[in-house]
């Protein structure tokens, strides 16, 4: 026997928000995605804006523990491009620290 739709109710979920357990998992889940695009990012700097040349992929696989192809595709062209961003920040940062307060007059 179906019910018909006018008899239909919508689910109550505002239990859901204040679940101890639900609420864990979701915290659970944030930490992992942003683990997650962490070593996307790393992956990307090391790859891509090392210099004289790029990690090898055998040693990033064995510290992700991805395969070598795994590490290969393991990035996006967005993802180097936040790794640059943040290393001009680390290095715009770090220029300003140097700078004299008073703008270098005695």
Request: with cysteine; net charge neutral; hydrophobic share 35%.
């Amino acid at each position: 026997m179906t019910t018909p739709a006018r008899h239909l109710r919508p689910v109550n979920t505002a239990w859901q928000d204040c679940d101890p357990v639900l609420a864990a998992l979701r915290a659970a889940r944030d930490r992992r995605d942003q683990a997650d695009r962490d070593i996307r990012i790393l992956l990307a700097y090391a790859r891509e804006l090392t210099t004289p040349r790029p990690y090898r992929l055998a040693d990033l696989a064995e510290a992700t523990g991805k395969s070598i192809s795994g590490v290969r595709t393991g990035y996006s062209p967005d993802d180097v491009d936040a790794a640059r961003r943040i290393v001009h920040d680390i290095s715009d940062a770090h220029d300003a620290a140097e700078r004299p307060r008073d703008g270098g007059h005695d």
